[in-house]
């Protein structure tokens, strides 16, 4: 179910936080609102910093919003890859950083960082799908191409 939010964009570019520029949330952002369309942006065959990954050899580059994403280890955000839009995953309250969970998309970061969000989840080190477990996947919410690439990897051909 995807709930409808007022007109105008539920969030702002905040700059200067401690991770740097990011997006916060506006107004009160109800579970499951899809709070942008990212339908037209730039696709890339190879990662670059601020990509998302969208398909084995697809990256999308969308300055305005996807490339302000920061990383967290309890995301409030999914990126919805068939639909190109973005939604969330629960409540989100006004002021809140939205955030998605980077090994979701990421199979294989063009650029790890060390994770200091503090949640009990908290991977610590981010590098992409490919370097976590299944157990540390577990209960995530994952998109298609990295659910194949690692059932690929369970069954010993990646």
Not at 51 to 79: T, Y
Not at 110 to 116: D, G, K, S, Y
């Amino acid at each position: 179910m995807h709930r409808e939010l007022p007109r105008g964009r539920p969030f702002r570019i905040q700059r200067h936080l401690p991770i740097g520029a990011g997006l916060v949330a506006r107004v009160g952002i109800p579970k499951g609102a899809r709070i942008h369309s990212w339908a037209g942006c730039r696709i890339l065959p190879r990662p670059s910093y601020q990509s998302v990954q969208i398909g084995a050899r697809a990256h999308a580059h969308d300055p305005a919003f996807l490339n302000l994403l920061n990383h967290s280890c309890e995301p409030n955000l999914r990126i919805d890859i068939a639909p190109r839009t973005v939604s969330a995953l629960r409540d989100i309250r006004p002021g809140e950083l939205l955030t998605i969970f980077y090994p979701a998309t990421e199979w294989d970061m063009a650029r790890p960082f060390r994770c200091r969000c503090s949640s009990r989840r908290c991977l610590r080190w981010v590098r992409g799908a490919r370097y976590l477990s299944g157990r540390r996947l577990a209960g995530r919410t994952l998109s298609r191409h990295v659910r194949r690439l690692l059932r690929k990897r369970a069954s010993g051909s990646a």
